[in-house]
């Protein structure tokens, strides 16, 4: 009976501790970031910025692993560019670079075992946290403004919203082996942000001669982008919807890694059962 019993739980463990592969992994990515949000709610692909960073993880055994990243990813959009017609008219856009710090677990679907011929690639899935430092900028009459220090949705001087945030994180991905020692990873990564100001725009127009008061002209004119025509006014009145405050702010990343596994393959001790 004790035999059976320990032939059993050996079965039913092997798949993950068998030929368990323990280790560190470094290496770095390169790829594109998309921001979703009051600027992007249609979900447009067609203002990518470039991302890239830096990864460690440690694997503890052909399944499972953490990771921890260091990003930046660089952010934009233009209602330019929206084929919507309010965002048309409202005429806001901004940039921002975003540095990130992203822990993550990941499962890989498969068994991957660095030098092996048959257990080299595997699609794998990621989950965690981004906490992330964001500026949101934009370019007026040929220079560049910090929109947080303008206070464009009337924020009072010193209760502007904070520049650290953070998000979920879920993704995955494919590796494969080149070789025993590097294998490349192809990553896509979505993070629903805790804050609706990546953008900049989240509530309401302000109350523009509060916002002069506080801010200056420069505020009041990028408060409030829209054109006035022959045929309509300026959008921007003071109180009506500028963002939807209750849908957050999002942005994901698409990239391919690089990285190099410093451990090595390492079999589990097998005593024989007594019997």
Not at 128 to 151: A, C, E, H, M, W
Request: proline residues 4%.
């Amino acid at each position: 009976m004790h035999f059976k019993y320990s032939y059993f739980l050996l079965i039913l463990v092997l798949p993950f501790i068998g030929n368990a592969q323990k280790g560190f992994e470094a290496g770095i990515w390169a790829g594109s970031a998309n921001y979703f949000g009051d600027l992007n709610n249609l979900y447009r692909l067609n203002e990518p910025g470039l991302a890239g960073g830096i990864m460690g993880r440690y694997n503890y055994n052909t399944r499972i692993s953490t990771k921890m990243q260091l990003n930046y990813l660089r952010l934009r959009a233009h209602d330019s560019k929206s084929n919507n017609a309010f965002d048309l008219r409202r005429n806001l856009s901004f940039f921002s670079n975003v540095i990130e710090i992203a822990p993550s677990m990941e499962f890989n679907f498969f068994s991957l075992k660095h030098g092996s011929k048959d257990e080299n690639l595997t699609p794998y899935l990621m989950g965690g946290i981004s906490v992330f430092y964001f500026s949101p900028k934009t370019d007026f009459q040929g220079k560049t403004y910090s929109l947080r220090n303008l206070g464009t949705e009337g924020q009072i001087p010193g209760q502007e919203y904070n520049e650290i945030s953070t998000a979920w994180l879920v993704g995955g991905g494919v590796k494969f082996d080149l070789n025993a020692a590097w294998s490349i990873n192809v990553e896509l990564a979505y993070r629903k942000a805790k804050t609706d100001y990546l953008d900049d725009v989240s509530g309401f127009y302000p109350d523009y001669i509060e916002l002069q008061n506080n801010r200056g002209d420069v505020a009041v004119q990028l408060a409030d982008r829209s054109e006035a025509t022959t045929d309509y006014p300026k959008i921007g009145l003071s109180g009506t919807q500028r963002g939807d405050s209750k849908d957050k702010d999002a942005f994901v990343s698409l990239g391919i890694n690089l990285v190099y596994y410093f451990g090595k393959l390492r079999c589990p001790d097998l005593s024989t059962p007594k019997y």
